[in-house]
């Protein structure tokens, strides 16, 4: 059995040997803190790659739904259903799909998480204010990516997660007034497939 799980460990690259026990701790926190979070609806502030800031509302009810909604005059709107997750531009009156399961939102939107069994962490940082953990992502046709995300020391509550993009592109987003007690309306989440694509 302990071959076996050697050789799992091996396939999906889970060396949690590397990290200390203090550490395996904060990732387990991460992962019950992720895991707990159903619904949430808050302020958030992206940092685009190339320095522009944009804000809005973002939306999320577990699990795979998510809708972020860009104050103007940004034209954008980024909603996921569960199964898919759309680009809109209302300006160019277009929508990019793309599946959920290759995106690195999924891990912010799944119901449960193990961040130690089901992804591959890579670093784990803390000082007094913050916890930072990083899992890298590995897509066949894509490249590598990766999502650091960073948790209130204090109860482990989200603040912010930065996407790195095989290219080395990040896109930071950072959260605020976080509300997790009412449930969002499910319309919020709908998808129109039939918009032009």
């Given at each position: ?47 685009a ?23 103007p ?24 799909v ?20 089901e ?5 784990v940082?803390?000082d ?12 066949p ?35 605020s ?21």
């Amino acid at each position: 059995m302990s071959d076996l799980a050697s050789g799992l460990r091996s396939l999906f690259h889970l060396d949690t040997a590397a990290f200390t026990a203090a550490q395996r701790a904060q990732i387990d926190k991460t992962s019950a803190y992720l895991s707990s979070v159903q619904q949430m609806h808050g302020h958030f502030v992206q940092v685009a790659p190339d320095g522009s800031k944009s804000q809005g509302e973002f939306y999320v009810q577990k699990p795979g739904r998510a809708r972020f909604n860009y104050d103007p005059p940004s034209p954008i709107e980024i909603i996921a259903d569960g199964k898919s997750l759309v680009v809109r531009d209302r300006k160019l009156a277009t929508q990019d799909v793309y599946p959920l399961s290759q995106t690195p939102l999924r891990f912010l939107l799944s119901d449960r998480i193990d961040l130690l069994r089901e992804t591959k962490v890579v670093a784990v940082r803390s000082d007094d204010r913050y916890v930072t953990v990083v899992i890298e992502e590995m897509q066949p046709l894509i490249g590598t990516s990766r999502l650091m995300m960073m948790l209130s020391a204090k109860d482990y509550q989200l603040k912010q997660w930065t996407v790195t993009d095989p290219q080395g592109y990040n896109t930071t987003v950072a959260v605020s007034n976080l509300d997790s007690s009412k449930r969002p309306d499910a319309g919020l989440f709908r998808i129109d497939y039939t918009r032009a694509q």
